[in-house]
C-alpha cells in the first residue's frame, strides 16, 4: 500500500531497480539489501529511498530502524539461504517475504518465532506458474500492461558493456566480474 515500506534483496540488480521504478508508481518507499557498501550512494542516486549493506552485523535492525520500528511491509528476496532470514526478521507483524531465487542455494532459513508468533508469511513466487494460472484473457491483459510500462520507459534495460557476438568469450569473463555496472549484452 501506498506510504508502505517494501524491502528487495540483491538491489543493484536490474530486476530490483525495475521493481522499484513500479512500487515507486504506487507510492510505496523501497528499500534494499546490497552486498557491498560500494553500492550504496548509486542506488540512494537511483531512487531507493533506503540501502542497507548485508555486511553490516545488524542488518534487521537498520531496517527496522529506517521504518520507524515497525519493519517493512512486504520482502522480495532472489537470494534464499541467510537473507531470506534477515528479511523476515525486519519484516513487520503480518507481512509477507516472497522467495523468488536462489542465488545462495536451494535452501533458506528462518525463524519459527516470525511464521508462527509475529504471523510472517514466506511463501514462493515463480513467473510460469504464474502465468499459467491465468486466463487467456488475464495472460494478454498483464503482457501489454508490461509492454505498455515499457515503451513508456519505466522498465530500462540496466545495460553495461556490449559486446559484438563474434566476441561472446570476452562477454562471458566480463559477466563473471564483481561490480561490472549492468547487465553484459551481446549484439549481432
Known amino acids: 500500500p501506498a506510504g508502505e515500506w517494501l524491502l528487495t534483496s ?6 530490483s531497480r525495475m521493481v522499484k521504478d513500479y512500487a515507486k508508481l504506487s507510492g510505496i518507499k523501497v528499500m534494499g539489501t546490497v552486498r557491498r557498501k560500494e553500492q550504496i550512494a548509486e542506488l540512494l542516486a537511483d531512487g531507493f529511498d533506503a540501502v542497507i549493506c548485508t555486511a553490516d552485523s545488524d542488518v534487521a535492525d537498520q531496517i527496522k530502524a529506517a521504518t520507524g520500528g515497525k519493519g517493512v511491509y512486504g520482502a522480495l528476496d532472489c537470494i534464499g539461504g541467510a537473507s531470506t532470514k534477515i528479511l ?7 507481512g509477507t517475504v516472497i522467495v523468488y531465487g536462489a542465488m545462495e542455494g536451494i ?3 528462518g525463524d519459527v518465532v516470525d511464521v508462527l508468533f509475529r504471523g510472517v508469511t514466506i511463501r514462493g513466487y515463480w513467473l510460469v506458474p504464474h502465468l ?3 486466463s487467456v484473457a488475464d495472460r494478454r491483459a498483464t503482457m501489454e500492461k508490461v509492454l505498455k510500462l515499457c515503451s513508456e520507459g519505466l522498465f530500462p534495460a540496466y545495460a553495461g558493456t556490449v559486446y559484438d557476438l563474434k566476441n561472446v568469450e570476452k562477454a562471458v569473463v566480463e559477466q563473471a ?3 561490472r555496472g549492468g547487465k553484459v549484452l551481446l549484439r549481432g
Not at 523476515?88 to 503480518?94: K, Q
Open 10 to 15: 540483491a538491489a543493484g540488480s536490474a530486476l
Open 88 to 94: 523476515t526478521n525486519a519484516t513487520r507483524v503480518g
Open 107 to 109: 535452501s533458506f532459513a
Open 132 to 134: 499459467r494460472s491465468l
Open 177 to 179: 566480474k564483481a561490480a
